[in-house]
């Protein structure tokens, strides 16, 4: 059973571009959170998402960010004209149901970097 | 509302001796904790979690901590420390929401 993927590993954008992180839940998983990690810094919640339905982005910056998971495919973190704040690691995580009681599996993560 | 605030920024010890990282959690109910670790450039796994059952939990690699309810902490210990313990650890509660409430992170070192 593979673990939560993401992909791509590293990512390298030039202010103003574009940012498209992809994240492939554990078989069977259909929450997903996504986390940013920014240097020296613990990690930080940002989006909760079911299959087709935002949960919870109360952690989501307000503008350039936005996040799904649909039905089919992936869940995606996009980030419009980025800034060299936006530098940073962002994981994923899955979980099978939205209960306390399951921890979370995490992705290896994608660092972008903003030049 | 849930928090942990780990109390250590960084830790050191030498090979062979023991660790202890300690985090202190805020909850208005009965919390979901855990930790996880993060070896440099790598994800984050899972060493052991509490979720309000026996209060000495044990996980991964040696590793334990203990619920204490009277002094809200969930302190991570390890009796003897290994060269490949090396790594960034984070205490983790359980939000309301389902997400996860990181702790700022304890770099552990361990000296030959």
């Known amino acids: 059973n593979a673990g939560v993927m993401q992909n791509p590993r590293h990512l390298v954008r030039r202010r103003g571009q574009e940012a498209r992180l992809r994240c492939s839940p554990m078989?069977?998983?259909?929450?997903v959170y996504w986390y940013r990690q920014l240097p020296e810094e613990g990690l930080k919640f940002m989006v909760y998402?079911?299959?087709?339905?935002?949960?919870?982005e109360s952690g989501m910056p307000k503008e350039r960010f936005s996040a799904e998971f649909p039905k089919e495919g992936p869940s995606i973190l996009r980030i419009q004209q980025v800034v060299r704040g936006d530098s940073a690691a962002y994981f994923c995580?899955?979980?099978?149901?939205?209960?306390?009681?399951?921890?979370?599996?995490f992705g290896p993560g994608t660092r972008l970097t903003v030049t | 509302a849930q928090s942990v605030t780990q109390l250590d920024s960084h830790v050191s010890v030498s090979e062979g001796t023991p660790v202890l990282l300690r985090c202190n959690y805020s909850?208005?109910?009965?919390?979901?904790l855990f930790w996880y670790v993060q070896h440099p450039n790598k994800g984050l796994q899972l060493l052991l979690k509490?979720?309000?059952?026996?209060?000495l939990v044990k996980g991964i690699n040696g590793f334990e901590a203990e619920f204490k309810k009277s002094e809200t902490s969930f302190h991570l210990t390890k009796p003897s420390a290994h060269m490949s313990d090396a790594a960034e650890y984070f205490c983790?509660?359980?939000?309301?929401?389902?997400?996860?409430?990181f702790g700022a992170g304890t770099r552990l070192t361990v000296k030959p």
């Open positions: 998402l079911q299959k087709e339905n935002i949960i919870d």
């Open positions: 078989k069977g998983h259909s929450h």
């Open positions: 509490y979720t309000s059952a026996a209060t």
């Open positions: 995580a899955s979980s099978p149901t939205g209960s306390g009681i399951y921890e979370q599996y």
């Open positions: 983790v509660v359980r939000g309301g929401n389902n997400d996860m409430r």
């Open positions: 909850s208005s109910y009965s919390p979901s």
